[in-house]
């Protein structure tokens, strides 16, 4: 990588950071709990997520299944132990090392967005103890395998020669691999399936149903929906590694998808109500960014204005019709990152540019796009339920103590 897309990549990282530090102020009023509980435990969370994908995250979503320090099952679960720490030559003593730093760095960002969606779910359920072992082990489990499955991609001069299993071994399967151009599957479908997986095995500790729309400050919200957009530039951008036509056509996504997906919202609004909400308008915006992260650059630009449109719509009512266990920032961030998330891929499988099913004229892709979500939603489902039923034990056993005596 050269020194332009080297920079280039690193203000990518870094707006997308900003976008992972935002998203606490969209979903800390929901779910039960105040904001002033939310946002340090988020903080935290993105702390120990940031760290982890230094020491061990890296060497999971990237590590060869052809490196001779390299253990577990290729391209599904496993770890390349010369990268545990970024101790490799090829980062301590390379001057050449820029690039795949910048690339780390961005991957933190992105860490850092899956993080704050999964805590919020958390920061209501469980102790600020119990959400940092929570998140720690959902990185090492679910994140940052997922991240490997899908964004781990190594090329040779034959073309694809490793990567993760729905980009690569889904191939001779199914004659395509899976596409996400900037990780809507670890992201927002693995991150909403995991408070999925949180709400269903634990319920709020607060008693009483939190409403399904944002309670806190308008004011607020509309300036981290703001921070979130303007990060968002870098998310899609910057999963292109370079400032090329590409990365030109995912920012243009990223102005329309966001655009269509909040006029989407409003209109849902405005059919139930008398007049559209700011927050409303706010969380259409928010369902556009989730849709954009898959397309990117494999989209057209009316292509992406149609998938904005439907995704506001799609997640608007979605909303309304959630059961009581998932309301306040679970329910929202289920509606919007998980509905959404899925939504977007398999809308890439019709019309992603070249090979969807309006182009090529065959269900390949498509059946590949399915997989990918299917593999994902449950994966991230059943281990995160599984988690959170376990770490929620004690906290049970000390209240049934507390109870009886």
């Given amino acids: 990588m050269d020194q332009g897309s080297t920079a280039f990549v690193l203000i990518c990282a870094a707006l997308a950071f900003l976008a992972g530090l935002a998203l606490p102020f969209l979903y800390g009023p929901g779910g039960g709990s105040g904001s002033r509980s939310l946002r340090p435990t988020a903080l935290v969370a993105v702390a120990v997520l940031v760290l982890m994908g230094v020491l061990v995250g890296y060497a999971e979503a990237f590590g060869s299944r052809f490196a001779p320090g390299f253990a577990g099952i290729g391209g599904v679960l496993g770890i390349d132990v010369g990268l545990i720490g970024l101790d490799s030559d090829t980062f301590s003593r390379d001057p050449a090392a820029g690039g795949a730093l910048a690339l780390i760095a961005f991957q933190c960002a992105l860490a850092a967005l899956g993080a704050s969606l999964v805590v919020a779910a958390l920061s209501d359920r469980f102790g600020l103890t119990g959400s940092i072992v929570f998140v720690a082990l959902w990185a090492v489990l679910v994140y940052f395998p997922v991240v490997g499955w899908v964004l781990h991609l190594q090329w040779g001069s034959t073309g694809l020669v490793d990567g993760g299993w729905l980009v690569f071994d889904l191939r001779s399967l199914v004659g395509a691999g899976v596409l996400d151009f900037a990780g809507a599957l670890p992201i927002h479908v ?46 899609t951008a910057g999963a292109e590694g370079a400032a090329d036509a590409f990365a030109a056509l995912a920012t243009v996504n990223v102005i329309l998808t966001p655009a269509a997906a909040l006029l989407g919202w409003m209109a849902v609004e405005r059919t139930r109500r008398e007049r559209p909400s700011a927050t409303g308008a706010a969380s259409g915006a928010v369902a556009g960014l989730v849709a954009v992260t898959a397309g990117g650059a494999f989209l057209t630009p009316l292509s992406s204005l149609v998938l904005g449109a439907a995704t506001g719509v799609i997640c608007a009512i979605v909303l309304e019709y959630l059961p009581a266990r998932l309301r306040g920032a679970a329910g929202r961030i289920v509606a919007i990152h998980l509905v959404g998330g899925v939504f977007s891929m398999l809308y890439l499988g019709v019309f992603a540019t070249g090979v969807g099913l309006v182009y090529a004229g065959n269900p390949t892709q498509l059946i590949a796009q399915s997989i990918g979500v299917a593999a994902v939603l449950a994966y991230s489902f059943l281990v995160s339920y599984l988690l959170a039923a376990l770490i929620a034990l004690p906290e049970m056993r000390a209240d049934s103590r507390r109870t009886l005596s």
């Fill in 190 to 235: 693995a991150a909403g399936a995991a408070v999925l997986g949180i709400a269903v095995a634990r319920r709020p500790r607060a008693v009483g149903e939190a409403p399904a729309r944002p309670s806190g400050s308008v004011p607020r919200t509309i300036i981290a929906c703001a921070m979130l957009w303007a990060g968002w530039f870098g998310v």
